[in-house]
C-alpha cells in the first residue's frame, strides 16, 4: 500500500520560495498522479498542482505562474516549488496520489486515496 510523506513547509518570508518534497513509500508514485491540495483555517480544501504518470502538470490560477513541479520517478518523489510568496499563501498542504487517469483534470479531493498528513507552511509579512 503507499504512503506518503511530506517534506518542508515552516515559516516563509512573504516574497520568498516555499519548497515541499512528497515522498512515497511502500510501492511505487511511477504509476500515480501526484498532487498537492492546501487548506487555511476557516477556508475551503483547495487543490494547488498536479502532475500525471505522464508528467502532464496543472496549476491552480492562484500559484500559476510562481509554482513549479517536478517528479522524479528514481528517488519515488515529487518537488514543488511556490516563489515570491504571498500572504494566501499560508495553509496545510496536503500530498495526494492516485492511479486513476483522469484526476489532475477534475482536481477532486474525493478522487485521491492516499493522503499525506500534511505539513504547515506560515507566510510571514
Known amino acids: 500500500q503507499l504512503h506518503v510523506v511530506e517534506y518542508g513547509g515552516g515559516l516563509v518570508q512573504a516574497g520568498g520560495s516555499l519548497r515541499l518534497r512528497c515522498t512515497g513509500y511502500g510501492r511505487t508514485l511511477e504509476d500515480h498522479s501526484v498532487g498537492w491540495f492546501r487548506q487555511a483555517p476557516g477556508k475551503e480544501r483547495e487543490g494547488v498542482a498536479c502532475i500525471s504518470d505522464k508528467f502532464i502538470i496543472n496549476y491552480a490560477e492562484s500559484v500559476k505562474g510562481r509554482a513549479t513541479f517536478f517528479r522524479d520517478n528514481d528517488k519515488e518523489e515529487v518537488l514543488l516549488e511556490i516563489k515570491n510568496l504571498k500572504p494566501e499563501d499560508a495553509a496545510t498542504y496536503y500530498c495526494?496520489?492516485?492511479?486513476?487517469?483522469?484526476?489532475?483534470?477534475?482536481?477532486?479531493?474525493?478522487?485521491?486515496?492516499?493522503w499525506g498528513q500534511g505539513t504547515q507552511v506560515t507566510v510571514s509579512s
Open positions: 495526494v496520489a492516485d492511479r486513476k487517469m483522469y484526476v489532475c483534470d477534475t482536481m477532486a479531493p474525493s478522487d485521491f486515496a492516499t
